[in-house]
């Protein structure tokens, strides 16, 4: 079946600017995670949303960055007024529910701000 | 807080050497227990993981690795490399379907 999706695969923003970064998870799983993937911070947990629980956002690195899932389905990751420093690949994963506890992830954005 | 460890940042290996690769973490309660490998230019995909049970688990590959409780240790084990398996390797815990705290990872090379 098909995997995770995201898109854009690439992003050159200008510093300042707003993104949104979307991902689409593996029909069926009722929870999503967004990580991102630096050189110098390695794989770092941003946020997490389970059905129709409170997002837990305790990764999110300032209030310039928030996310939505919409549906219970896709999700978009907002970065306001972006920075060099959040220049990262930004990683989208998706998982089952019923005790399956492995994460299934995408490819990835690929976010550089000039 | 939880905290993941990997021994090594960058292995280099001759084909059909052997390989482990260390991974302790950081955590009283229960959890669980992955490695991920991230192939040149392709997205982290689940090589092994643990949840219960045999300590000893058997992934893709011909990888393995195994748990040991009393040193909070989750190595990584391949009898005998591939050029194929160059890759990075990252090794992550949970506690049970929350967020993933991964290694900061381990560059493999395998020298053909």
């Known amino acids: 079946g098909a995997g995770v999706s995201q898109s854009p695969s690439n992003k050159v923003t200008e510093k300042g600017k707003d993104v949104e970064l979307r991902c689409d998870p593996i029909s069926g799983h009722t929870a999503l995670y967004w990580y991102r993937q630096s050189l110098g911070q390695g794989l770092e947990f941003l946020i997490y949303f389970q059905g129709n629980s409170a997002p837990d956002k305790s990764g999110l690195p300032s209030d310039r960055f928030s996310a939505e899932r919409t549906g219970g389905s896709v999700s978009t990751l907002t970065i306001q007024r972006t920075q060099q420093e959040d220049s990262a690949v930004y990683l989208c994963?998706?998982?089952?529910?019923?005790?399956?506890?492995?994460?299934?992830f995408g490819p990835g954005t690929r976010l550089t701000v000039t | 807080a939880q905290s993941v460890s990997q021994h090594n940042h960058h292995v280099i290996l001759s084909e059909a050497a052997s390989l482990e690769l260390g991974c302790n973490y950081s955590y009283g309660g229960t959890v669980n227990l992955f490695w991920y490998v991230q192939y040149p230019g392709q997205h982290l995909q689940l090589l092994l993981k643990y949840f219960s049970g045999d300590p000893l688990v058997k992934g893709i590959k011909g990888f393995e690795a195994e748990f040991i409780k009393s040193k909070f240790s989750f190595n990584l084990r391949k009898p005998s490399v591939q050029w194929s398996d160059t890759a990075e390797y990252f090794c992550?815990?949970?506690?049970?379907?929350?967020?993933?705290?991964f290694g900061q990872g381990t560059e493999l090379s395998v020298k053909p």
């Open positions: 992550a815990v949970d506690n049970q379907g929350g967020k993933l705290i």
């Open positions: 994963a998706s998982r089952g529910s019923g005790g399956a506890y492995e994460q299934y």
